[in-house]
């Protein structure tokens, strides 16, 4: 089985622009979560799709926004890009299972985002 | 809130040492709990899991054990490899309406020849 895709692997944008990112999760997984990766924060939660509606979202501002469509592909936007804005951005693919024993999450590569 | 405390690193060893990276956690409910291990340049890959109590979760050598009573989930080798150096992170899933997965802060580790 082919795992998480996630596209592009790196980007360097600038201030103001805008930019999409996005996530191919495993066949099969009709949940995917973002997640935003910096050497200050961590690792964070951005927010979660299962079956096209978002069901969970983490403590990022407005300008962070994705959607997920019906194959289960998900896309996040960022949009008025800050320098902050700059991270590793991961995918992660899961059944969707609310059920913690039988759910896990898998990683993509990330894609690398430097906002000058 | 579910959080997770991992112990600071880095950790350097030298090769065929013994290690043992402390994490513990606070949850509401039964989470399930993980290792990730993330290589330089990349994502997260999945190391292991354990889902209940006194469950042990293995892969390629390493173990941790899901200890509710201590509310900690250690990881563990008995002897690491120069290619094991990577950073590694502890995490739990607590399900329900908080799907999520929340991380500890990542344990850097370096082992020498």
């Known amino acids: 089985k082919a795992g998480v895709t996630q596209t592009p692997r790196y980007l360097i944008k600038t201030r103001g622009q805008q930019v999409t990112l996005s996530c191919s999760p495993i066949s099969g997984h009709r949940s995917v979560s973002w997640y935003q990766q910096t050497p200050g924060q961590g690792l964070q939660f951005l927010f979660e799709y299962f079956s096209e509606t978002q069901r969970n979202k983490g403590n990022f501002p407005g300008r962070f926004s994705g959607r997920q469509f019906s194959n289960s592909r998900s896309e996040m936007n960022v949009s008025t890009l800050e320098l902050g804005d700059s991270a590793l951005y991961l995918c992660?693919?899961?059944?969707?299972?609310?059920?913690?024993?039988?759910?896990?999450?898998?990683f993509g590569p990330g894609t690398r985002l430097t906002v000058l | 809130g579910d959080s997770v405390t991992q112990m600071e690193g880095p950790v350097t060893l030298s090769e065929e040492a013994f290690l043992t990276i402390n994490c513990t956690y606070t949850a509401t409910g039964y989470p399930s709990l993980f290792w990730y291990v993330q290589y330089p340049g990349e994502g997260l890959q999945l190391l292991l899991k354990?889902?209940?109590?006194?469950d042990k979760g293995s892969n390629k050598g390493f173990e941790a054990t899901y200890r509710k009573e201590t509310t900690s989930f250690h990881l563990e080798k008995g002897s690491v490899q120069v290619s094991d150096s990577a950073v590694y992170f502890c995490?739990?899933?607590?399900?329900?309406?908080?799907?999520?997965?929340?991380f500890g802060k990542g344990t850097l580790l370096t082992v020498n020849p």
């Open positions: 354990a889902t209940k109590a006194d």
């Open positions: 992660a693919s899961s059944l969707g299972h609310r059920n913690p024993s039988t759910d896990t999450q898998y």
């Open positions: 995490a739990l899933f607590s399900g329900g309406s908080n799907y999520k997965l929340t």
